[in-house]
């Protein structure tokens, strides 16, 4: 039997409009359940610590971030406490919100992804913004 090569998934996260208008935030797709289990108890749990490390490390693949003075703000621990709390909450919920979907139609009585609990659900007010949602195959 031939073994079959995961593809890298990806999600581009492009804000329109409000407060975060230009931002651009490429995220992992292809991210183990494992990491998505920690995520949603780190959010959960409302340890921030452990959950911008995850965003930070795992989740967050790329952005176009920059400071007052145009300088851009790398994707590290330094860099990351510079971003704005709602901003990083809103990419996180906008992740969970997708990385269960699937790119094909599913059978009568499957049901897509998860639904997140009410906690995760709230993060969803952080935000004037909302991204637009692209996935890519890499």
């Known amino acids: 039997?031939?073994?079959?090569?995961?593809?890298?998934?990806?999600?581009?996260?492009?804000?329109?409009?409000?407060?975060?208008?230009?931002?651009?935030?490429?995220?992992?797709?292809?991210?183990?359940?494992?990491?998505v289990k920690e995520v949603q108890d780190a959010a959960i749990?409302?340890?921030i610590d452990i959950l911008y490390?995850?965003?930070r490390d795992q989740v967050i693949l790329d952005w176009n971030l920059e400071d007052e003075?145009?300088?851009?703000?790398?994707?590290n621990d330094e860099g990351f406490r510079q971003v704005d709390h709602?901003?990083?909450?809103?990419?996180?919920?906008s992740w969970l919100q997708n990385i269960g979907k699937i790119d094909h139609p599913l059978e009568s009585g499957s049901r897509n992804?998860?639904?997140?609990?009410p906690a995760l659900a709230q993060m969803d007010s952080f935000s004037e913004s909302r991204p637009n949602l692209s996935t890519?195959?890499?």
């Not at 709602?86 to 919920?93: A, E, F, G, K, S």
């Open 69 to 75: 003075e145009g300088n851009p703000i790398p994707l």
């Open 113 to 117: 992804g998860h639904t997140p609990g």
């Open 45 to 47: 749990g409302e340890d």
């Open 136 to 138: 890519t195959d890499g």
């Open 1 to 35: 039997m031939a073994g079959y090569r995961l593809k890298k998934r990806r999600l581009k996260l492009e804000f329109e409009g409000g407060f975060y208008e230009g931002v651009e935030i490429g995220c992992n797709l292809s991210a183990s359940a494992g990491l």
């Open 86 to 93: 709602n901003l990083v909450m809103t990419i996180i919920n």
């Open 53 to 55: 490390a995850l965003a």
